[in-house]
């Protein structure tokens, strides 16, 4: 076991003084479902014991949806809990809202089928989803909530605490929808950043783990052309997803103009071991970096 997961240090901290990368981290989820719930999280949200939530959970998974249970910060609000529902594919990405009283009336609300129109009223303002689920790992439950309530006392910044996103180890980590671009080691002004970055249809790559449209290689090589070509447009960039590229290989993306880049992606181990999570085993891991950007087309 590692030294520091002896000595009780945050898997955070650790993955910070690795200088862990971030592109390629982003959990891999086309669309989204985010329902209000003000109450106690369990650490699975998928074993919720509401039978009402854990049906609706298990229905979203099956149908090709992410749900996240999000509040307001310090659990403000009352009334009717919204429903978020979000598609994060370029071409139409979309934010759309609908209400319910309760999570019995979960069972009716429609996750249309990949590609179908979102029911519900459009969202024109970007959200940002702040990972406090406490009960996964301490990092979320110290550095996301401190995170949240920092930008809600800031005012303007439509912040939400949600359930598990995945890398715990890159605490503060936060979704911002709906491109789907997913950040981690934020604090308050770089959040501020990705959010308004997003209000003006375009990405803030500093921090960024990757879109969750894409897989792990797909985000990594999207992130690489950006960085290559400066290109800030949200919804510019398209990826020949492939699920042989999920260890990397060559992945190639698409600009609207018609410019197409491969990009060769591969896995390189870390320099040290460290815990996936608080409390966990230090580990070997290997991170997905973009090992060249080749233009194609002659362009």
Known sequence: ??????TGERCAALARSLDEPLAGTAPV?????????????????????????????????????????????????????????????????RTTLLTVAGPSELGDVVLPAAGAPLPGGTVTDPLLMVCTHGRRDRCCALDGRALALGLMELGGVDVWECSHLGGHRFAPTALVLPTGYAYGRLDPAAAVAALKAAGSDEVETALCRGRS???????????????ATGLRDAHALEVADDARNADGGTVVVS?????????????????????????????????????????????
């Open 29 to 93: 989820a086309p669309r989204w479902v985010c329902v209000e719930h003000r109450g106690a999280w369990p650490q699975s949200v998928e074993n919720h014991p509401d039978p009402t939530v854990a049906a609706f959970a298990a229905h979203a998974a099956a149908t090709g949806w992410r749900l996240l249970l999000v509040r307001r910060p310090g659990r403000r609000g009352d009334g009717p809990a919204r429903v978020y529902l979000t598609d994060t594919a370029p071409a139409t990405a």
């Open 255 to 299: 600009a609207r103009d018609g410019r197409r880049w491969a990009v060769d992606v591969a896995a390189a181990e870390g320099s040290a071991p460290r815990p996936a999570s608080c409390g966990a085993d230090a580990l070997p891991y290997t991170a997905l970096r973009a090992t060249e950007v080749r233009p194609l087309d002659g362009r």
């Open 1 to 6: 076991m590692d030294a520091g997961t002896e």
């Open 213 to 227: 449209t894409w897989s792990p290689a797909g985000q990594v090589a999207e992130l690489a052309v950006r960085a």
